[in-house]
């Protein structure tokens, strides 16, 4: 699976060039770096690569902390986030970003891996059952197509 | 948040639940977006950590000390005679500071390796068996 990651980042480094201006906050990828897990790595290489642009912004809609814009790689994340926090976010929107997730496919099992990856690039427990029946009853993601 | 084709300001055009469509301002570019929530994580707290052996079988704690250098690479700064006498003066070896998610991770992987240590968190009142 990492091995795949690898491949698209390779992949996606000619493809990308260098004209993306990468606003990574390098407190994000010291965190990322620092969870020491394999995902994580595979997050904060495909950010080095220009596979995909993490800009800080000040401000999102609502309460929510970050943004990934269909069919781009770029990816928003909320300034004023602990770094670790943001590092979670970004390794979870690497997952929708190599999910190739659109208005149309997109469906509660990418949430569900989406949280599934974000688990081990932060190195922590992941619960399967509890969390597709928090998805499912969640008032946003519950709405999903299943 | 700016147009990626003429760097004009977006503004929501709608939001359903955490989908969300962008307008440029200026040009009519419209692009669609995911939002996420904040993402409150678990704690994952720092120990010192130690390594206590069971087995008093000179030739076996020498083999238990080789593998668990090859699986702490920081222990390699010593020699499994120092770290022996480490043991035999304290009872236990220093590991390091690790984050508990790899403490777990590393008391599974010595398990899986048969090592008979027992990982020790500072302060001691949490101990992993690996052994059981």
């Not at chain 1, 004023?80 to 469906?107: C, G, R, T």
Request: hydrophobic share 40%; glycine share 6%; aromatic share 6%.
């Amino acid at each position: 699976m990492i091995a795949e990651y690898a491949l698209v980042g390779a992949g996606a480094k000619a493809k990308v060039g260098a004209q993306l201006a990468v606003t990574m906050d390098s407190a994000i990828t010291r965190s990322l770096r620092g969870f020491g897990t394999k995902e994580a790595s595979a997050t904060a290489a495909a950010i080095k690569r220009g596979m995909i642009e993490v800009e800080l912004v000040d401000s999102l809609p609502g309460d929510f902390a970050g943004l990934q814009l269909f069919g781009t790689n770029k990816l928003q994340v909320l300034k004023s986030l602990p770094a670790e926090e943001a590092a979670a976010i970004v390794a979870h929107e690497f997952k929708h970003y190599l999910d190739h997730i659109s208005p149309q496919n997109y469906n509660i099992w990418h949430e569900l891996e989406a949280y599934r990856f974000q688990a081990a690039a932060t190195g922590r427990a992941f619960d399967e059952q509890a969390t597709l029946a928090r998805l499912m009853t969640h008032p946003v993601y519950g709405k999903l197509p299943r | 948040m700016t147009c990626r084709k003429c760097d004009g300001p977006m503004d929501i055009l709608e939001q359903t639940g955490h989908v969300v469509r962008f307008k440029c301002a200026r040009c009519g570019e419209e692009v669609s977006g995911l939002l996420e929530p904040r993402q409150h994580l678990p704690p994952d707290p720092t120990f010192q950590v130690f390594a206590l052996f069971s087995t008093v079988d000179a030739n076996h704690l020498s083999k238990e000390i080789l593998r668990i250098r090859q699986l702490v690479p920081i222990l390699q700064r010593q020699s499994v005679s120092e770290l022996a006498t480490q043991l035999k003066a304290s009872g236990r070896i220093e590991i390091g500071t690790m984050r508990g998610s790899k403490v777990d991770e590393l008391a599974e992987t010595a398990s899986a390796q048969g090592l008979t240590l027992r990982l020790v968190r500072s302060p001691l009142d949490s101990t992993l068996s690996t052994a059981n």
